[in-house]
């Protein structure tokens, strides 16, 4: 299955973004959801997921990002605040979580998120 990403753009630092990630047919069907992002020159990484109702987040976003699931509009939502520079990547959304998402081969195109300092 591959999912689109959407919602990035170029904002400063401390600043704010809403990433939506549309999944075919209903998001209820995937009970764990993630979001990773790759860096330039860096491998992807694990951001954040939801199992069900319950979220839990990479060391790195915890207290800034949220993840969220809407069932009505068959999104996973990731709500991004206080950007940091080095938030910056491409941003993807992939029904996978923390521990099995590195052989997941049917990654969308993500949306490029860039903080400018």
């Known amino acids: 299955v591959q999912l689109q990403a959407s919602g990035g753009g170029l904002v400063q630092a401390g600043g704010s973004l809403s990433l939506s990630c549309v999944a075919p047919?209903?998001?209820?069907?995937?009970?764990?959801m993630g979001w990773f992002r790759q860096a330039p020159g860096k491998e992807r990484e694990f951001v954040a997921g939801?199992?069900?109702?319950?979220?839990y987040y990479a060391d790195f976003v915890k207290g800034r990002f949220t993840i969220s699931r809407d069932n009505a509009r068959n999104t996973i939502n990731l709500q991004m605040n206080s950007l940091k520079p080095e938030d910056t990547a491409v941003y993807y959304c992939?029904?996978?979580?923390?521990?099995?998402?590195?052989?997941?081969?049917?990654w969308g195109q993500g949306t490029l998120v860039t903080v400018s300092s």
């Open positions: 992939a029904p996978r979580g923390k521990s099995d998402f590195r052989a997941y081969q049917y």
């Open positions: 047919g209903r998001t209820s069907r995937f009970y764990i």
């Open positions: 939801i199992a069900g109702e319950v979220s």
